[in-house]
């Protein structure tokens, strides 16, 4: 059925269920599993009054950002290694989280997405949007959401 699965987390535990969810069906149907954390570039603002930022110290925090993501990323490696799961751990740099994650399942050759919602509602989703929804209304690849 499904022979590569890809799995966005961003660590949390609400993400942590998808993780474990892709790795148990990855493990049912003998599939590889891509772990995906994708970080964002540190925001920069302008407005009057903000404090410049040197940029040697925004490159700094990113690459802990990155350190942060190949640790979380590596740890769903390990879980999958005990479980007789091969997982290929990456990690992306972009503003972009939902374009990232259709671009690297493509990239792979994935057949499945799994990944958690936040379940926001009402003016939160509305005003923060929802990477997940993005995912579910532009991908071609099926997508698997976990709540």
């Given at each position: 059925?499904?022979?590569?699965?890809?799995?966005?987390?961003d660590g949390s535990a609400l993400s942590q269920?998808?993780?474990?969810?892709?790795?148990?069906?990855?493990?049912?149907?003998?599939?590889?599993?891509?772990?995906?954390?994708?970080?964002?570039?540190?925001?920069?603002?302008?407005?009057?009054?903000?404090?410049?930022i040197d940029l040697k110290a925004v490159g700094?925090?990113?690459?802990?950002?990155?350190?942060?993501?190949?640790?979380?990323?590596?740890?769903?490696?390990?879980?999958?290694?005990?479980?007789?799961?091969?997982?290929?751990?990456?990690?992306?740099?972009?503003?972009?989280?939902?374009?990232?994650?259709?671009?690297?399942?493509?990239?792979?050759?994935?057949?499945?997405?799994?990944?958690?919602?936040?379940?926001?509602?009402?003016?939160?989703?509305?005003?923060?949007g929802s990477e997940t929804q993005h995912v579910?209304?532009?991908?071609?690849?099926?997508?698997?959401?976990?709540?």
């Amino acid at each position: 059925m499904y022979q590569r699965i890809l799995v966005a987390t961003d660590g949390s535990a609400l993400s942590q269920k998808a993780v474990d969810s892709a790795l148990t069906l990855a493990a049912q149907l003998k599939a590889e599993v891509v772990a995906l954390k994708v970080v964002p570039h540190y925001p920069q603002s302008y407005f009057e009054g903000s404090a410049p930022i040197d940029l040697k110290a925004v490159g700094e925090i990113e690459l802990q950002w990155l350190d942060a993501a190949q640790k979380v990323v590596q740890g769903v490696q390990a879980a999958g290694e005990a479980m007789g799961v091969k997982v290929r751990p990456e990690t992306a740099t972009s503003d972009l989280v939902s374009e990232t994650v259709i671009a690297t399942a493509k990239k792979h050759s994935c057949d499945l997405i799994v990944m958690a919602s936040h379940g926001r509602n009402g003016l939160k989703r509305l005003l923060l949007g929802s990477e997940t929804q993005h995912v579910l209304t532009h991908s071609h690849i099926p997508v698997l959401v976990l709540r």
